[in-house]
Nanobody
Framework: RLVESGGDLVQPGGSLRLSCAPSGFPLDYFAIGWFRQAPGKGREGVSCISSSSDYTNYLDSVTGRFTISRDNTENTAYLQMDRLRPEDTAVYFC?????????????????????WGQGTQVTVSS
């Protein structure tokens, strides 16, 4: 199981940093993905990072605004979100896949991930 934190209400143009930590296992050999789900919409991949941090991928609409990272020594992954927009409002989930080889569009597919957190609410509104 994973635990997300950092969601909040923020004004447009603001920033948030989400954190994702596992409960009871090391993240070293897992790819990490961040996903979001807005009311009435399906879950979409936002960003992903390989186990060694040598590969990252982003949803087009967040490229240049969001940054994914991980610190395996702290056993935590992060999603830095800058220049937030109202359309970024959603519940954000982190997920882990026990693979070192997840690349390309597959990295943003929810079905590729085995372990999920409960989600954290991000609301962007004035």
């Amino acid at each position: 199981r994973l635990v997300e934190s950092g969601g909040d209400l923020v004004q447009p143009g603001g920033s948030l940093r989400l954190s994702c930590a596992p409960s009871g296992f090391p993240l070293d050999y897992f790819a990490i993905g961040w996903f979001r789900q807005a009311p009435g919409k399906g879950r979409e991949g936002v960003s992903c990072i390989s186990s060694s941090s040598d590969y990252t991928n982003y949803l087009d609409s967040v490229t240049g605004r969001f940054t994914i990272s991980r610190d395996n020594t702290e056993n935590t992954a992060y999603l830095q979100m800058d220049r937030l927009r109202p359309e970024d409002t959603a519940v954000y989930f982190c997920a882990a896949a026990p693979t070192t080889g997840l690349r390309g569009p597959a990295c943003l597919e929810p079905g590729r991930y085995d372990y999920w957190g409960q989600g954290t609410q991000v609301t962007v509104s004035s």
